[in-house]
């Protein structure tokens, strides 16, 4: 990455601007900002009047393009995922602002008082439609009454209340020993939703003494201005929505004609203007003398000279360039980092972390390989990685060409169930024991290099957990040797002796140790001394970096290292638990005769799906932790920010190169 600083002619500021945005090789950074004290012999220029002009249109525009978005039936859900609808790119001429704001003005002219007025209909009807379906609501609660709905209200001599409630006992008993009091009932719902709709009726003289019943214990309808019997005023509101309704479905096909007219004409306008309004204002980001300005940013070091030449021929070598290498700290350059094809879903999960500062190693690929093993190892089913692996074929093939993010994951996928299906059969597992159960034979058995296979984790655990943690030493170990290069590269020699390097004679000379003390082995004489050595100098280095805390770094690593034994326990909870679901399924499918065939089918096919679920969760989960905790903590810093350059993004529209 450069830092390189540009000093522009005025006459030639909207040319080097538009150029630098379509060349998308810079990120621009608020000179102010980074260097307040420039504003005593600089000031910060006032946005372009056009910018506000800019965003008045994208508003008006951005609202009528919201309004004809509703007409346009679209995918949804994981439907829009698999096949996401694709932009319709309309070829530009380029055009100067003026014209852009003449054009747009053109298209608002025409078609935005018809828009906004089939909008505010809508939004009326809508209201309509709300009210009508409240008053529908409460009315059906009385369509079994006789009663005119005029009458609900107080008159000289009679108070009447029309509701619901879930008190209906409650309220008899009140009422009781209310005289002048009559109660109608009618009940609805069953179980815990039931309800009654209850007419009241009452002499005006006990209206107190109702009235506080009702506020207790009834919700009461408000139907004024309503008349008729509630069948009949049931009726009249039903035809009203349903005249409602067509009308509404009128307004919304005048819409659709708009959106097939002239949505992606406004997408295409709209787009225009962003990318002349971020023109407009990027000038904020300059310092600004008499008859110059000041422009700093951010290049990739490949593209210096591609920039270098960019400005000089735009200015007619007008301009005063220069460029440096930053440092870390004041500098806080971007990071940019290219990963390959394979592994670019690793991106993410690694900036789910943290995007690596600048300087710092890159550790997405050596994350990706190490992810794919473990969660092979975890999940560690041939017959489960089967099935992930064909589904992420289907994926890849058929719906990757609608979707490059589902092509991505799809990839993914790919590998996680080849390795899985590698892993399952050295294991024998498919699933579970699925094959020597159901058919009486093993999967399969072979001996390479003197090793008998498959292996048996159920029967055979520490086989299988040695493995594991010699692939959590590698691990670990690439750790120390990706914090040593990093170190390196940053001249921070005494970290890199006292805090990296001091664990390759630790774990040489501690391992020897323990090997000689706990596991039997035979270290004597020169050797054992050896060790010995080894062992006090990695302790002397980490106490030098650490302190007497150094003493918890050496219990830590050995959490770690230890910490991977959870390839061997998520693998045996995978095999145990595909092992009982097909015990199960036996027992039912052997009580029950002919019907208990399509039974055991049945929970077998559920069952396993369940696992490979729940497992596959599992085993992704526990494949980034060892990343993210045990291999991280090693080298790993993160806290960076991504470049992000100043740059033209087009998704609806395709500028037409100019013919020389």
């Not at 694709?86 to 003005?105: L, Q, V």
């Not at 009315?139 to 879930?166: M, P, Q, R």
């Not at 990318?275 to 990027?282: A, D, F, G, V």
Request: net charge neutral; hydrophobic share 45%; charged share 20%.
């Amino acid at each position: 990455m450069k830092k390189v600083s540009l000093l522009i002619h005025q006459d030639y500021l909207d040319n080097t601007i538009k150029e630098l945005h379509k060349a998308g090789i810079v990120e621009i950074i608020n000179v102010s900002k980074e260097n307040p004290n420039i504003l005593q012999d600089a000031e910060q220029p006032d946005i372009d009047p056009d910018a506000a002009t800019c965003a008045n249109y994208e508003l008006r525009i951005t609202r009528l393009i919201d309004i004809l978005k509703k007409t346009k039936k679209g995918q949804k859900g994981l439907k829009a995922i698999i096949n996401p609808p694709k932009s319709e790119k309309i070829i530009m001429h380029e055009r100067s602002i003026d014209e852009i704001f003449s054009y747009s003005e053109s298209i608002l002219h025409e078609i935005e008082e018809n828009i906004l007025d089939f909008e505010n209909k809508l939004n009326l009807i809508n209201e309509q439609i709300t009210s009508l379906d409240n008053k529908i609501e409460q009315i059906s609660y009385l369509s079994d009454f006789s009663l005119d709905l005029s009458d609900i209200g107080e008159s000289s001599y009679l108070v009447v209340y029309a509701g619901k409630t879930k008190d209906l006992a409650e309220i008899k008993k009140e009422i009781d020993s209310i005289e002048l009091v009559k109660l109608y009932s009618k009940q609805f719902g069953s179980g815990k939703k039931i309800e009654w709709a209850v007419v009241l009726i009452a002499h005006i003289s006990v209206k107190g003494k109702i009235e506080k019943i009702i506020r207790e214990k009834i919700t009461i309808f408000d139907l004024k201005g309503i008349s008729g019997i509630p069948k009949d005023a049931l009726k009249n509101f039903k035809n009203e929505k349903i005249k409602l309704n067509n009308d509404k479905k009128q307004i919304k096909n005048e819409l659709k004609k708009y959106s097939s007219a002239h949505l992606n004409d406004l997408l295409a306008t709209r787009e225009e203007i962003n990318l002349e309004r971020n023109r407009k204002e990027i000038i904020r980001e300059f310092a600004k003398t008499k008859s110059t300005f000041i422009v700093n940013g951010w290049v990739l070091e490949k593209n210096e000279e591609q920039l270098k030449k960019l400005v000089t021929d735009i200015t007619e070598e007008n301009v005063i360039f220069s460029s440096k290498t930053p440092s870390t700290n004041p500098d806080n350059p971007p990071i940019y980092y290219e990963t390959p094809k394979w592994a670019s879903s690793f991106r993410t999960f690694l900036e789910l972390f943290a995007t690596p500062r600048y300087n710092e190693l890159n550790p997405t690929v050596f994350m990706g390989i190490f992810f794919i093993i473990f969660f092979g190892f975890m999940l560690g089913d041939a017959g489960y990685g089967l099935i992930l692996l064909i589904l992420s074929l289907v994926g890849y093939f058929k719906f990757g060409k609608h979707s490059g993010m589902l092509k991505t994951w799809s990839f993914l996928g790919i590998m996680l169930g080849i390795t899985t299906t590698i892993i399952g059969f050295l294991m024998n597992s498919f699933f579970g024991d699925f094959i020597p159960r159901f058919f009486g034979t093993s999967l399969y058995s072979a001996t390479i290099l003197g090793i008998n296979l498959p292996l048996e984790p159920l029967e055979d655990p520490l086989t299988i957990l040695a493995i594991a943690l010699v692939f959590g030493i590698i691990h670990l170990n690439l750790g120390i040797i990706l914090g040593i290069v990093q170190s390196f590269h940053r001249r921070e020699y005494k970290s890199l002796i006292t805090k990296h390097f001091a664990w390759i004679p630790m774990q040489i000379g501690g391992g020897l140790l323990v090997g000689n003390f706990i596991m039997g082995w035979t270290v004597e004489g020169i050797l054992f001394y050896t060790a010995a050595a080894l062992t006090l100098v990695g302790i002397i280095l980490l106490f030098i970096n650490a302190g007497p805390i150094g003493f918890f770094d050496i219990t830590g690593y050995v959490g770690d290292w230890l910490s991977y034994a959870r390839l061997l326990a998520l693998g045996l909870a995978t095999g145990g638990m595909a092992l009982a679901f097909n015990v199960v399924s036996e027992l039912i499918g052997g009580m029950i005769p002919v019907v208990g065939v399509i039974i055991m089918s049945i929970i077998l096919i559920f069952s396993h799906l369940v696992n490979l679920g729940l497992q596959a969760l599992g085993a992704g989960v526990h494949s980034l932790r060892l990343q993210y905790v045990e291999f991280f903590n090693r080298f790993y810093e993160g806290g960076g920010r991504k470049f992000s350059p100043f740059k033209l993004k087009r998704k609806y529209t395709i500028l037409e190169e100019k013919n020389d």
